[in-house]
Protein backbone atom coordinates (compact mmCIF):
# COMPACT_ATOMS: atom_id res chain seq x y z
CA UNK A 1 0.00 0.00 0.00
CA UNK A 2 1.71 3.48 -0.78
CA UNK A 3 2.25 6.27 1.46
CA UNK A 4 -0.29 8.45 0.39
CA UNK A 5 -3.05 5.90 0.17
CA UNK A 6 -2.56 5.27 3.92
CA UNK A 7 -2.43 8.92 4.38
CA UNK A 8 -5.77 8.96 2.93
CA UNK A 9 -7.22 6.40 4.34
CA UNK A 10 -5.84 7.10 8.37
CA UNK A 11 -7.12 10.64 7.11
CA UNK A 12 -10.32 10.05 6.73
CA UNK A 13 -10.94 7.78 9.78
CA UNK A 14 -9.88 10.71 11.54
CA UNK A 15 -11.78 12.92 10.07
CA UNK A 16 -15.15 11.32 9.96
CA UNK A 17 -14.62 10.82 14.20
CA UNK A 18 -14.21 14.21 14.28
CA UNK A 19 -15.72 16.55 16.64
CA UNK A 20 -16.33 13.73 19.53
CA UNK A 21 -16.32 16.19 22.68
CA UNK A 22 -15.53 19.57 20.85
CA UNK A 23 -16.95 21.60 17.43
CA UNK A 24 -17.48 19.53 14.42
CA UNK A 25 -14.98 20.39 11.97
CA UNK A 26 -14.75 23.46 9.90
CA UNK A 27 -16.45 22.57 6.52
CA UNK A 28 -14.73 25.59 5.48
CA UNK A 29 -10.63 25.91 5.59
CA UNK A 30 -8.59 28.92 4.45
CA UNK A 31 -5.13 28.96 4.54
CA UNK A 32 -5.11 33.00 3.73
CA UNK A 33 -1.07 33.41 3.24
CA UNK A 34 0.29 37.27 1.87
CA UNK A 35 3.80 37.86 0.88
CA UNK A 36 6.12 40.45 1.81
CA UNK A 37 4.55 41.68 5.08
CA UNK A 38 5.89 42.94 8.31
CA UNK A 39 4.04 42.43 10.96
CA UNK A 40 5.28 45.49 13.69
CA UNK A 41 2.82 47.26 10.91
CA UNK A 42 -0.51 45.89 11.93
CA UNK A 43 -2.41 46.50 14.92
CA UNK A 44 -2.46 43.24 16.79
CA UNK A 45 1.62 43.39 17.15
CA UNK A 46 1.68 47.15 17.67
CA UNK A 47 -1.79 48.01 19.23
CA UNK A 48 -1.74 52.11 18.89
CA UNK A 49 -1.84 51.56 15.01
CA UNK A 50 -5.00 52.50 13.59
CA UNK A 51 -4.33 51.35 10.29
CA UNK A 52 -5.19 48.09 10.48
CA UNK A 53 -8.73 47.54 11.88
CA UNK A 54 -9.93 44.19 9.82
CA UNK A 55 -6.69 42.84 11.09
CA UNK A 56 -7.02 44.14 14.75
CA UNK A 57 -11.11 42.88 14.19
CA UNK A 58 -9.99 39.37 13.51
CA UNK A 59 -7.31 38.94 15.98
CA UNK A 60 -9.42 39.72 18.95
CA UNK A 61 -11.69 35.99 17.54
CA UNK A 62 -8.71 34.70 16.99
CA UNK A 63 -5.56 32.82 18.54
CA UNK A 64 -2.35 35.72 18.02
CA UNK A 65 0.87 33.93 17.64
CA UNK A 66 3.35 35.97 19.22
CA UNK A 67 6.65 34.23 18.41
CA UNK A 68 6.13 33.06 14.82
CA UNK A 69 8.89 32.35 12.85
CA UNK A 70 9.55 32.24 9.22
CA UNK A 71 12.27 30.06 7.95
CA UNK A 72 14.00 31.85 4.99
CA UNK A 73 12.61 35.51 3.86
CA UNK A 74 12.39 34.31 0.45
CA UNK A 75 8.80 33.82 -0.92
CA UNK A 76 9.94 30.16 -2.83
CA UNK A 77 11.01 28.33 0.04
CA UNK A 78 8.17 29.84 2.79
CA UNK A 79 5.34 28.79 0.57
CA UNK A 80 6.98 25.87 -0.05
CA UNK A 81 7.49 25.65 4.19
CA UNK A 82 3.73 26.22 4.69
CA UNK A 83 2.98 24.13 1.82
CA UNK A 84 4.55 20.77 2.65
CA UNK A 85 5.00 21.52 6.71
CA UNK A 86 8.97 21.10 6.13
CA UNK A 87 12.05 22.73 6.13
CA UNK A 88 14.20 23.69 2.70
CA UNK A 89 16.22 19.86 3.85
CA UNK A 90 12.54 18.18 3.21
CA UNK A 91 10.86 20.02 0.31
CA UNK A 92 14.28 20.84 -1.48
CA UNK A 93 13.13 24.65 -2.75
CA UNK A 94 16.52 26.90 -1.74
CA UNK A 95 15.86 29.70 -4.05
CA UNK A 96 13.22 30.65 -6.52
CA UNK A 97 11.68 30.05 -9.29
CA UNK A 98 12.08 26.45 -8.84
CA UNK A 99 9.66 23.61 -9.63
CA UNK A 100 8.22 22.12 -6.32
CA UNK A 101 9.12 18.62 -6.20
CA UNK A 102 5.75 16.02 -6.58
CA UNK A 103 6.86 13.85 -4.16
CA UNK A 104 6.39 16.20 -1.18
CA UNK A 105 2.74 15.77 0.14
CA UNK A 106 1.24 18.98 0.40
CA UNK A 107 -1.24 20.45 2.49
CA UNK A 108 -3.93 20.51 -0.27
CA UNK A 109 -3.70 16.84 -0.64
CA UNK A 110 -3.62 15.69 2.92
CA UNK A 111 -7.42 18.16 2.92
CA UNK A 112 -8.32 16.07 -0.59
CA UNK A 113 -7.30 12.90 1.20
CA UNK A 114 -9.89 13.25 3.97
CA UNK A 115 -13.02 14.60 1.20
CA UNK A 116 -12.32 18.09 0.95
CA UNK A 117 -13.00 19.93 -2.55
CA UNK A 118 -9.91 21.73 -2.47
CA UNK A 119 -9.11 25.48 -4.56
CA UNK A 120 -5.84 27.40 -5.29
CA UNK A 121 -6.01 31.06 -5.43
CA UNK A 122 -2.58 31.05 -7.09
CA UNK A 123 -1.17 34.73 -6.86
CA UNK A 124 2.33 34.60 -6.65
CA UNK A 125 4.24 33.61 -9.34
CA UNK A 126 7.63 32.70 -7.24
CA UNK A 127 5.05 30.13 -6.15
CA UNK A 128 2.44 29.05 -8.70
CA UNK A 129 0.16 26.42 -9.43
CA UNK A 130 2.62 26.00 -12.72
CA UNK A 131 5.46 25.09 -10.58
CA UNK A 132 3.86 22.84 -8.48
CA UNK A 133 2.59 24.36 -5.53
CA UNK A 134 -0.72 23.65 -6.10
CA UNK A 135 -0.49 19.89 -5.82
CA UNK A 136 -3.75 18.47 -4.10
CA UNK A 137 -5.96 20.63 -6.42
CA UNK A 138 -7.88 19.83 -9.56
CA UNK A 139 -6.70 22.19 -12.85
CA UNK A 140 -10.62 23.57 -12.58
CA UNK A 141 -10.00 24.99 -9.04
CA UNK A 142 -7.01 26.90 -9.58
CA UNK A 143 -7.98 30.38 -10.41
CA UNK A 144 -4.99 31.98 -11.62
CA UNK A 145 -4.65 35.98 -9.95
CA UNK A 146 -0.83 36.58 -10.54
CA UNK A 147 0.29 40.28 -11.71
CA UNK A 148 3.15 41.64 -13.89
CA UNK A 149 4.57 44.48 -11.58
CA UNK A 150 7.22 44.97 -15.24
CA UNK A 151 4.27 44.89 -17.70
CA UNK A 152 1.22 46.06 -16.28
CA UNK A 153 0.14 50.05 -15.86
CA UNK A 154 1.34 52.20 -13.03
CA UNK A 155 -0.87 51.96 -10.84
CA UNK A 156 -2.64 48.14 -10.98
CA UNK A 157 -5.81 48.49 -11.42
CA UNK A 158 -7.76 48.10 -7.98
CA UNK A 159 -10.25 45.47 -9.32
CA UNK A 160 -7.20 43.46 -10.52
CA UNK A 161 -5.85 44.03 -7.01
CA UNK A 162 -9.16 43.08 -5.62
CA UNK A 163 -9.06 39.91 -7.51
CA UNK A 164 -5.83 39.13 -6.46
CA UNK A 165 -6.96 39.26 -3.05
CA UNK A 166 -9.71 36.59 -3.16
CA UNK A 167 -12.54 39.33 -3.85
CA UNK A 168 -13.79 37.89 -6.74
CA UNK A 169 -16.92 35.93 -8.56
CA UNK A 170 -14.91 32.73 -8.57
CA UNK A 171 -14.63 33.02 -4.26
CA UNK A 172 -18.40 34.17 -4.37
CA UNK A 173 -19.75 30.95 -5.86
CA UNK A 174 -17.75 28.61 -3.73
CA UNK A 175 -18.89 30.36 -0.62
CA UNK A 176 -22.72 30.54 -2.21
CA UNK A 177 -22.42 26.49 -2.74
CA UNK A 178 -21.18 25.95 0.26
CA UNK A 179 -23.91 27.36 1.83
CA UNK A 180 -26.28 25.54 -0.26
CA UNK A 181 -25.24 22.43 0.28
CA UNK A 182 -24.89 21.92 3.88
CA UNK A 183 -22.90 18.58 3.15
CA UNK A 184 -19.92 20.00 1.22
CA UNK A 185 -16.58 21.18 2.48
CA UNK A 186 -13.77 22.92 1.14
CA UNK A 187 -9.69 23.69 1.60
CA UNK A 188 -8.60 27.07 0.36
CA UNK A 189 -5.02 27.83 -0.10
CA UNK A 190 -4.98 31.58 -1.16
CA UNK A 191 -1.17 33.30 -1.56
CA UNK A 192 -0.35 36.82 -3.56
CA UNK A 193 1.28 40.14 -3.37
CA UNK A 194 0.29 43.54 -2.71
CA UNK A 195 3.57 44.93 -0.43
CA UNK A 196 5.93 43.52 -2.49
CA UNK A 197 8.35 46.02 -3.75
CA UNK A 198 8.13 47.84 -5.98
CA UNK A 199 5.77 49.16 -3.19
CA UNK A 200 3.97 52.41 -5.07
CA UNK A 201 3.04 49.75 -7.90
CA UNK A 202 0.26 48.85 -5.14
CA UNK A 203 -0.36 51.48 -3.55
CA UNK A 204 0.64 54.93 -5.75
CA UNK A 205 1.03 58.18 -5.01
CA UNK A 206 -2.63 59.61 -4.89
CA UNK A 207 -3.62 56.86 -2.93
CA UNK A 208 -0.49 56.90 -0.34
CA UNK A 209 -1.63 60.89 -0.23
CA UNK A 210 -5.02 60.36 0.84
CA UNK A 211 -3.78 57.59 3.45
CA UNK A 212 -1.42 60.07 4.91
CA UNK A 213 -4.45 62.42 5.17
CA UNK A 214 -6.47 59.95 7.00
CA UNK A 215 -3.49 58.97 9.08
CA UNK A 216 -1.03 61.35 9.70
CA UNK A 217 0.39 59.85 12.82
CA UNK A 218 1.56 56.62 10.52
CA UNK A 219 4.20 58.86 9.01
CA UNK A 220 4.61 62.19 10.60
CA UNK A 221 6.09 64.88 8.72
CA UNK A 222 5.80 63.35 4.87
CA UNK A 223 4.03 65.35 3.21
CA UNK A 224 3.06 65.54 -0.59
CA UNK A 225 5.69 66.63 -1.81
CA UNK A 226 7.72 64.90 -0.87
CA UNK A 227 6.40 61.88 -2.46
CA UNK A 228 6.26 64.09 -5.20
CA UNK A 229 10.41 64.52 -4.86
CA UNK A 230 11.31 60.87 -3.39
CA UNK A 231 8.92 57.91 -5.36
CA UNK A 232 10.77 59.24 -8.65
CA UNK A 233 13.64 58.42 -7.26
CA UNK A 234 12.78 55.19 -5.47
CA UNK A 235 11.78 53.79 -9.26
CA UNK A 236 14.70 54.44 -10.72
CA UNK A 237 17.50 53.80 -7.98
CA UNK A 238 15.79 51.31 -5.59
CA UNK A 239 17.85 48.22 -6.00
CA UNK A 240 20.82 50.43 -5.39
CA UNK A 241 18.49 51.59 -2.09
CA UNK A 242 18.30 47.86 -0.85
CA UNK A 243 21.98 47.21 -1.67
CA UNK A 244 24.20 50.06 -2.62
CA UNK A 245 22.69 52.43 0.23
CA UNK A 246 25.85 54.21 1.34
CA UNK A 247 26.89 54.64 -2.61
CA UNK A 248 23.47 55.87 -3.28
CA UNK A 249 23.39 58.47 -0.79
CA UNK A 250 27.18 59.39 -1.83
CA UNK A 251 25.72 59.51 -6.16
CA UNK A 252 22.91 61.35 -5.07
CA UNK A 253 24.98 63.74 -2.45
CA UNK A 254 22.20 63.64 0.33
CA UNK A 255 22.13 65.34 3.59
CA UNK A 256 21.51 62.88 6.69
CA UNK A 257 18.37 64.97 7.07
CA UNK A 258 17.75 63.95 3.55
CA UNK A 259 18.25 60.21 3.91
CA UNK A 260 15.45 60.43 6.83
CA UNK A 261 13.04 62.47 4.76
CA UNK A 262 13.38 59.70 1.96
CA UNK A 263 13.55 56.77 4.11
CA UNK A 264 10.53 57.87 5.65
CA UNK A 265 8.66 58.57 2.38
CA UNK A 266 9.05 55.13 1.18
CA UNK A 267 8.26 53.67 4.47
CA UNK A 268 5.13 55.50 4.10
CA UNK A 269 5.05 53.82 0.40
CA UNK A 270 4.85 50.46 2.66
CA UNK A 271 2.27 50.81 5.26
CA UNK A 272 0.40 52.69 2.73
CA UNK A 273 -0.05 48.96 0.61
CA UNK A 274 -0.65 47.13 4.29
CA UNK A 275 -3.26 49.57 5.11
CA UNK A 276 -4.54 48.66 1.45
CA UNK A 277 -4.37 44.82 2.48
CA UNK A 278 -6.07 44.85 5.70
CA UNK A 279 -9.37 46.71 3.75
CA UNK A 280 -8.99 43.68 1.24
CA UNK A 281 -8.82 40.98 4.03
CA UNK A 282 -11.98 42.80 5.14
CA UNK A 283 -13.87 42.59 2.52
CA UNK A 284 -12.66 38.51 2.26
CA UNK A 285 -13.90 37.95 5.86
CA UNK A 286 -17.41 40.27 5.05
CA UNK A 287 -18.21 38.11 2.13
CA UNK A 288 -17.63 34.57 4.55
CA UNK A 289 -20.03 36.49 6.95
CA UNK A 290 -22.68 37.45 4.45
CA UNK A 291 -23.11 33.73 3.06
CA UNK A 292 -23.62 32.65 6.59
CA UNK A 293 -20.60 30.55 6.80
CA UNK A 294 -18.74 32.14 9.57
CA UNK A 295 -19.09 29.77 12.41
CA UNK A 296 -18.40 26.62 10.19
CA UNK A 297 -15.00 28.63 8.76
CA UNK A 298 -11.40 28.19 9.85
CA UNK A 299 -9.45 31.26 8.67
CA UNK A 300 -5.79 31.34 8.98
CA UNK A 301 -3.93 34.42 8.35
CA UNK A 302 -0.07 34.48 7.91
CA UNK A 303 2.38 35.87 5.44
CA UNK A 304 5.78 33.97 3.76
CA UNK A 305 8.16 36.66 5.34
CA UNK A 306 7.95 39.88 6.11
CA UNK A 307 10.03 42.80 4.46
CA UNK A 308 13.01 44.87 6.08
CA UNK A 309 12.75 48.38 6.15
CA UNK A 310 15.47 51.28 7.23
CA UNK A 311 17.03 51.30 9.83
CA UNK A 312 21.15 52.02 11.05
CA UNK A 313 22.89 48.79 11.42
CA UNK A 314 21.77 46.57 8.91
CA UNK A 315 23.14 45.67 5.88
CA UNK A 316 20.59 45.72 3.60
CA UNK A 317 16.95 47.81 3.27
CA UNK A 318 13.73 47.82 1.91
CA UNK A 319 13.63 44.01 0.65
CA UNK A 320 13.79 40.39 2.43
CA UNK A 321 16.06 37.35 2.22
CA UNK A 322 19.53 37.88 2.48
CA UNK A 323 19.88 39.09 6.39
CA UNK A 324 18.75 37.26 9.39
CA UNK A 325 16.37 40.50 11.03
CA UNK A 326 13.40 40.13 12.97
CA UNK A 327 11.83 42.38 10.75
CA UNK A 328 11.82 39.62 8.28
CA UNK A 329 11.72 36.49 9.93
CA UNK A 330 9.10 36.98 12.71
CA UNK A 331 6.21 37.13 10.65
CA UNK A 332 1.99 37.20 11.23
CA UNK A 333 -0.08 34.40 12.29
CA UNK A 334 -3.94 34.68 13.47
CA UNK A 335 -5.85 31.45 13.21
CA UNK A 336 -9.20 31.61 13.62
CA UNK A 337 -11.29 27.88 14.37
CA UNK A 338 -14.65 27.28 15.45
CA UNK A 339 -15.53 26.82 18.85
CA UNK A 340 -11.56 27.95 20.04
CA UNK A 341 -11.10 30.70 22.37
CA UNK A 342 -9.09 33.95 21.41
CA UNK A 343 -5.62 34.08 23.09
CA UNK A 344 -2.16 34.94 22.24
CA UNK A 345 0.25 32.12 21.75
CA UNK A 346 3.59 33.33 23.53
CA UNK A 347 5.65 30.59 22.73
CA UNK A 348 7.93 30.41 19.87
CA UNK A 349 6.09 28.89 16.90
CA UNK A 350 7.21 27.97 12.84
CA UNK A 351 5.80 28.00 9.34
CA UNK A 352 6.34 24.60 9.46
CA UNK A 353 3.55 24.37 12.35
CA UNK A 354 0.71 26.03 10.13
CA UNK A 355 -0.23 22.36 7.89
CA UNK A 356 0.02 20.12 10.86
CA UNK A 357 -2.56 22.74 13.32
CA UNK A 358 -4.57 23.04 10.33
CA UNK A 359 -5.20 19.29 9.89
CA UNK A 360 -5.38 18.85 13.64
CA UNK A 361 -7.96 21.10 13.58
CA UNK A 362 -10.07 19.32 11.31
CA UNK A 363 -9.21 15.86 13.22
CA UNK A 364 -6.84 14.90 10.32
CA UNK A 365 -3.73 13.19 11.30
CA UNK A 366 -0.38 14.94 9.28
CA UNK A 367 1.56 12.92 6.85
CA UNK A 368 5.00 11.41 8.52
CA UNK A 369 6.83 13.76 6.25
CA UNK A 370 5.90 17.12 7.89
CA UNK A 371 8.44 18.07 10.86
CA UNK A 372 6.10 20.20 12.30
CA UNK A 373 3.83 20.21 15.05
CA UNK A 374 0.12 20.02 15.73
CA UNK A 375 -0.42 22.79 18.11
CA UNK A 376 -4.28 22.18 18.76
CA UNK A 377 -3.64 20.23 21.77
CA UNK A 378 -1.93 23.50 23.37
CA UNK A 379 -4.81 25.40 22.41
CA UNK A 380 -7.74 23.55 23.57
CA UNK A 381 -5.62 23.17 26.75
CA UNK A 382 -5.40 19.44 26.57
CA UNK A 383 -1.36 19.91 26.48
CA UNK A 384 0.86 22.54 27.67
CA UNK A 385 2.67 24.41 24.84
CA UNK A 386 5.50 22.77 23.38
CA UNK A 387 9.01 23.71 24.20
CA UNK A 388 10.46 24.87 20.80
CA UNK A 389 13.13 26.38 18.41
CA UNK A 390 12.55 27.70 15.34
CA UNK A 391 15.24 27.20 12.70
CA UNK A 392 15.98 29.88 9.61
CA UNK A 393 18.20 30.96 6.76
CA UNK A 394 19.12 33.07 4.10
CA UNK A 395 18.23 32.86 0.71
CA UNK A 396 19.94 31.61 -2.36
CA UNK A 397 19.96 33.22 -5.83
CA UNK A 398 20.39 31.44 -8.73
CA UNK A 399 22.86 32.00 -11.22
CA UNK A 400 20.58 34.58 -13.40
CA UNK A 401 19.56 36.41 -10.87
CA UNK A 402 23.51 36.68 -9.23
CA UNK A 403 24.54 37.48 -12.64
CA UNK A 404 21.97 40.31 -13.05
CA UNK A 405 23.47 42.10 -9.85
CA UNK A 406 27.31 41.91 -10.42
CA UNK A 407 27.60 45.70 -10.33
CA UNK A 408 26.95 45.49 -6.41
CA UNK A 409 29.68 44.25 -4.12
CA UNK A 410 27.71 43.83 -0.92
CA UNK A 411 25.42 41.34 -3.31
CA UNK A 412 28.75 39.69 -4.62
CA UNK A 413 30.09 39.03 -0.89
CA UNK A 414 27.25 37.19 0.52
CA UNK A 415 25.83 35.28 -2.71
CA UNK A 416 29.49 34.78 -5.16
CA UNK A 417 27.56 31.51 -6.20
CA UNK A 418 24.74 29.18 -5.92
CA UNK A 419 26.19 27.29 -3.26
CA UNK A 420 24.83 26.11 0.21
CA UNK A 421 27.85 26.98 2.30
CA UNK A 422 27.06 30.89 1.56
CA UNK A 423 24.32 30.88 3.95
CA UNK A 424 23.59 32.11 6.97
CA UNK A 425 21.77 30.74 9.91
CA UNK A 426 19.41 31.70 13.25
CA UNK A 427 17.77 30.15 15.77
CA UNK A 428 15.17 31.25 18.01
CA UNK A 429 14.98 30.10 21.43
CA UNK A 430 11.94 32.12 23.08
CA UNK A 431 13.21 35.41 23.12
CA UNK A 432 17.39 34.72 22.49
CA UNK A 433 18.11 34.70 19.24
CA UNK A 434 22.07 32.91 18.05
CA UNK A 435 22.84 33.71 14.82
CA UNK A 436 25.81 32.17 12.35
CA UNK A 437 26.13 35.13 10.04
CA UNK A 438 28.54 35.66 6.93
CA UNK A 439 31.42 38.11 7.76
CA UNK A 440 31.49 39.14 4.20
CA UNK A 441 35.65 38.14 4.14
CA UNK A 442 34.36 34.61 3.63
CA UNK A 443 34.34 33.86 6.92
CA UNK A 444 31.70 33.74 9.18
CA UNK A 445 31.18 34.30 13.41
CA UNK A 446 28.33 33.74 15.96
CA UNK A 447 26.07 36.15 17.29
CA UNK A 448 23.66 36.22 20.01
CA UNK A 449 20.49 38.95 20.95
CA UNK A 450 17.78 39.32 23.19
CA UNK A 451 14.42 40.73 21.55
CA UNK A 452 12.55 41.32 24.68
CA UNK A 453 15.26 43.28 26.03
CA UNK A 454 17.03 44.78 22.13
CA UNK A 455 14.38 44.37 19.87
CA UNK A 456 16.60 46.33 17.27
CA UNK A 457 19.54 44.03 17.63
CA UNK A 458 22.20 46.35 18.50
CA UNK A 459 24.02 44.16 21.52
CA UNK A 460 25.56 41.41 20.64
CA UNK A 461 25.76 39.17 23.95
CA UNK A 462 27.27 35.67 22.46
CA UNK A 463 29.51 34.50 25.19
CA UNK A 464 31.42 31.14 24.14
CA UNK A 465 31.62 30.27 27.52
CA UNK A 466 27.67 30.55 28.08
CA UNK A 467 26.63 26.77 28.15
CA UNK A 468 23.20 27.88 26.05
CA UNK A 469 25.04 30.07 23.74
CA UNK A 470 27.42 26.74 22.88
CA UNK A 471 24.65 24.09 22.66
CA UNK A 472 22.47 26.71 20.30
CA UNK A 473 25.78 27.38 18.73
CA UNK A 474 26.15 22.99 18.05
CA UNK A 475 22.48 22.97 16.98
CA UNK A 476 23.12 25.63 14.22
CA UNK A 477 26.06 23.89 12.77
CA UNK A 478 24.42 20.68 12.42
CA UNK A 479 21.16 22.45 10.92
CA UNK A 480 23.45 23.91 8.30
CA UNK A 481 25.15 21.01 7.42
CA UNK A 482 21.27 19.35 6.96
CA UNK A 483 20.45 22.06 4.93
CA UNK A 484 23.67 21.65 2.82
CA UNK A 485 23.13 18.29 2.59
CA UNK A 486 19.57 18.93 1.71
CA UNK A 487 20.83 20.77 -1.15
CA UNK A 488 23.12 18.37 -2.67
CA UNK A 489 20.10 15.86 -2.87
CA UNK A 490 17.32 18.38 -4.08
CA UNK A 491 15.79 17.13 -7.43
CA UNK A 492 13.83 20.66 -7.12
CA UNK A 493 14.02 21.72 -10.96
CA UNK A 494 15.38 25.13 -12.01
CA UNK A 495 13.83 27.04 -14.67
CA UNK A 496 15.35 28.46 -18.05
CA UNK A 497 17.29 31.42 -17.81
CA UNK A 498 14.09 33.04 -20.00
CA UNK A 499 11.34 32.17 -18.17
CA UNK A 500 13.42 32.64 -14.76
CA UNK A 501 13.94 35.61 -15.45
CA UNK A 502 10.33 36.67 -16.65
CA UNK A 503 9.25 34.90 -13.40
CA UNK A 504 11.88 37.41 -11.26
CA UNK A 505 10.73 40.22 -13.38
CA UNK A 506 7.05 40.03 -12.81
CA UNK A 507 7.70 40.07 -8.52
CA UNK A 508 10.00 43.09 -9.39
CA UNK A 509 13.18 41.21 -8.14
CA UNK A 510 15.15 41.94 -11.50
CA UNK A 511 15.59 44.84 -14.01
Known amino acids: MTRRLLVALSAIVLSASCGSGREPAPRLVILYATCTLNKQLLSPYTPALRTTPNLQAFARESVVFARHTSECGQSGVDFATL???????????????????GANQTLAESFAAAGYETWFWSGQPMASAELGYGQGVAADHVVVREL????????????????LTGNDPEFVQLLARLRDEPESRAFVQLHFTITHEPYHQCAPLEQVAAFLEQFPEAAPGVTRAQLERWLPVYERRRYELSWDFAGLQQSLALSPEEVAEFTRTIEAVYAAGVHQLDGFFGRF??????????????????????????????????????????????????LRVPGLAPATYSAVTRSIDVFPTLLGACGIAPPASVQGIDLMPALRGTAAPPAQRAFSHTALWDEHRIRRFAEFPLLQKLLPSVDPEHMSVRVRDGDLVLKLENQLDGSFAFAAFDLAQDPREEDDLYDAQN????????????????????????????REEQDALERLRDIGYVR
Open 83 to 101: FTGTQADGHGVYFHPVELD
Open 148 to 163: SFSKRPHPLEPDALAK
Open 285 to 334: LASIREHGLEDEALVAFTADHGEALFRPGTRIHFTHGLELVPEVLDVPWF
Open 467 to 494: DLHRRLAAELERYKARLIEGFRRSRSLG
